[in-house]
């Protein structure tokens, strides 16, 4: 079975991490499988949502330790330091890649997101998560700091003492914990999670998708941007919506006072 598993239907592609016996732990086929699906789903119109989630209890233990076990038995420290910068290096256009998807990526949370499973998570731009799911950095636990990018996120996410709290410490925080620091959006019941996930992704993905790209873009540039470019964004982003389908049929359901079907264009 592929370590990446992709189903595609009613707009919504789901990516399903494949590695269930490992707590779907990061291989270098799912690596290049997903970087490889969000660069089609980029350019792919008939995709207008894309779920993150795992197979089996959990949604991804990060990366391999064990294959890290393995490396080092084989690998003097000048070997490791060049690995690994390589290895990380390699994450960075993924992480890239999800950013720049214009379209909304939603994370579907259940059991463990630890390592880079949390970086993955905070790169989506929602989480739903189960209320047995937890959050764990963990990095310190090997004796490493964290990477994907959660140094990044996170911070902006949960604030900078917070974040510090999971880097150093590694203890596993519970959903409804996350939830009120501000990293996920839902918390559903456990056996829910799948059902109130489909739910969700069905309404991003008959929602006003070139809208929510310009959206997407937006908040995330807002976190580096000054206001005067922040502005500007702003109204180039309105100006090109405004000459889209989506909201010549906006304004004409809200005037026709009716619900408004979107198609994505």
């Known amino acids: 079975m592929s370590d990446l598993l ?5 707009g919504v592609a ?6 269930p016996q490992a707590r779907n732990a990061l291989s270098s086929e799912m690596r290049a499988a997903l970087d490889d699906a969000f660069h089609r789903f980029e350019a792919d119109e008939s995709v207008r949502c894309v779920v993150l989630r ?9 990366g391999d330790v064990k294959g890290f076990g393995e490396t080092l038995a084989e690998t003097d420290p000048a070997g490791m330091r060049d690995l690994f910068l390589h290895r990380v290096h390699e994450l960075h256009t993924l992480m890239f890649a999800m950013r720049r998807l214009p379209k909304p990526i939603v994370a579907s949370v259940r059991g463990a997101a630890a390592g880079a499973g949390v970086s993955f998570a905070a790169c989506c731009d929602l989480i739903i998560a189960s209320e047995d799911a937890f959050f764990t950095l963990a990095y310190s636990l090997i004796g490493t700091s964290p990477d994907g990018g959660s140094t990044f996120a996170l911070p902006r996410a949960i604030g900078s003492k917070k974040a510090m709290e999971m880097a150093l410490l590694g203890d596993r925080i519970d959903a409804a914990s996350m939830a009120r620091f501000g990293l996920v959006n839902f ?4 056996d829910e999670l799948e059902a ?4 969700l992704a069905a309404r991003l993905a008959t929602g006003p998708t070139r809208a929510y790209g310009h959206a997407k873009r937006l908040v995330y540039a807002s976190l580096e941007n000054q206001m005067e470019r922040q502005l500007q964004m702003e109204a180039e982003a309105f100006a090109d919506c405004a000459s889209s389908e989506d909201f010549r049929e906006g304004v ?3 005037v026709e006072k009716r619900k408004a079907v979107f198609r994505g264009r």
């Open 187 to 190: 918390v559903v019941p456990t």
């Open 6 to 10: 992709i189903d595609v239907a009613d």
């Open 252 to 254: 004409s359901a809200f």
């Open 14 to 19: 789901t990516l399903t991490m494949n590695r």
């Open 54 to 62: 795992g197979a089996g209890e959990h949604f991804m233990a990060g």
């Open 196 to 199: 109130e996930t489909a739910a």
